[in-house]
T-cell receptor, first 111, second 114 residues
Framework: DAKTTQPNSMESNEEEPVHLPCNHS???????IHWYRQLPSQGPEYVIHGLTSNVNNRMASLAIAEDRKSSTLILHRATLRDAAVYYC????????????FGTGTRLTIIP | ETGVTQSPTHLIKTRGQQVTLRCSSQ?????VSWYQQALGQGPQFIFQYYREEENGRGNFPPRFSGLQFPNYSSELNVNALELDDSALYLC?????????????FGPGTRLTVL
């Protein structure tokens, strides 16, 4: 499986934007970039995914580098509820594959 | 729409015992995956079931086994429990449609092996 590298932890002030980086230098041409997050005492939840173009949804935006070797999850206005562990995951074209989680980035929001 | 539910919430067993964990998939989903999450780690894939057949397995020994039922609920069975089996066990359901399927996770079952 292609690997991803994320910082262990990040802090951000409430109501400010947060940029969570992910490196995936061995990504293949058919790998989608997925982000899940895990709130305290809950199972992971889907955030967003993309292949080549930047993506937006109600939760976040995903910015993908032109060479696809890195991506950034953007939370436009962090709230206390966004405090969670964020996982960047690569999945193949056919989405029945398992999710391979790393240790993720623990995001702390400062009130 | 009912989400993914798991039971029990917490469980304490002793080494050598057997345990069964249960999961009810989200309505309309035909695939269920199980993950083990040790403290401070990301979830690790155990196996996946699609239409009652095992459809992929991670690096877990045969004493980890599963079932998926016609109503798409599922069980995870672990025999001969070891101390290292203490973890949060997560169930995730999805609708396999040949291309991409977002996985919906339950809240997990916290298993403690003494």
């Amino acid at each position: 499986d292609a690997k991803t590298t994320q910082p262990n932890s990040m802090e951000s002030n409430e109501e400010e934007p947060v940029h969570l980086p992910c490196n995936h230098s061995t990504i293949s041409g058919t790998d989608y970039i997925h982000w899940y997050r895990q709130l305290p005492s809950q199972g992971p939840e889907y955030v967003i995914h993309g292949l080549t173009s930047n993506v937006n949804n109600r939760m976040a935006s995903l910015a993908i580098a032109e060479d696809r070797k890195s991506s950034t999850l953007i939370l436009h206005r962090a709230t206390l509820r966004d405090a969670a562990v964020y996982y960047c995951i690569l999945r193949g074209l056919f989405g029945n594959e398992k999710l391979t989680f790393g240790t993720g980035t623990r995001l702390t929001i400062i009130p | 729409e009912t989400g993914v539910t798991q039971s029990p919430t917490h469980l304490i067993k002793t080494r050598g015992q057997q345990v069964t964990l249960r999961c009810s998939s989200q309505s309309g989903h035909n695939t269920v995956s199980w993950y083990q999450q040790a403290l401070g780690q990301g979830p690790q894939f155990i196996f996946q079931y699609y239409r009652e057949e095992e459809n992929g397995r991670g690096n877990f020994p045969p004493r980890f086994s599963g079932l998926q039922f016609p109503n798409y609920s599922s069980e995870l069975n672990v025999n001969a429990l070891e101390l290292d089996d203490s973890a949060l066990y997560l169930c995730a359901s999805s609708y396999l449609q040949g291309r991409y399927n977002e996985q919906f996770f339950g809240p997990g079952t916290r298993l403690t092996v003494l």
